[in-house]
């Protein structure tokens, strides 16, 4: 845990979310600033600041995360979705504790 992560601290319940899933390793919420109807993320409990710095230690914790996505946006109603994580500065990280975005149910969404 970091004591200054905005992110730790939620995982702490130090700060409210919109929780839709927590288990003793992750929580998922609904993100404060969606850009699709459906906008969640999916956060570790434990901290890592970002792909870059995961470890092959961490490898089983990434992939429940993976995992949590299409179940969870199955139950929040999507039938497609998008799945984001961003790294570092330069790769649009602003939070420096590991997350995935997952989001969709708009026609809208950028293409890449």
């Known amino acids: 845990m970091s004591a200054d992560c905005i992110f ?44 870059a710095s995961a470890e092959p230690s961490h490898q ?18 999507l039938k497609g979705f998008r799945t984001m994580i961003n790294t570092g500065r330069e790769g649009g990280q602003e939070v420096f504790h590991i997350h995935i975005h997952v989001f969709g149910g708009g026609a809208n969404l950028p293409k890449t």
Do not use: R
């Open 8 to 51: 730790c601290k939620i995982t702490k319940a130090e700060i409210p979310s919109k929780k839709i899933f927590e288990d003793n390793e992750v929580i998922v919420f609904h993100d404060i600033h969606p850009i699709a109807p459906v906008h969640f993320l999916i956060v570790p409990k434990l901290h890592i600041e970002s792909l």
């Open 60 to 77: 089983a914790l990434l992939g429940k995360m993976l995992l949590l996505a299409p179940k969870l946006a199955v139950e929040q109603g």
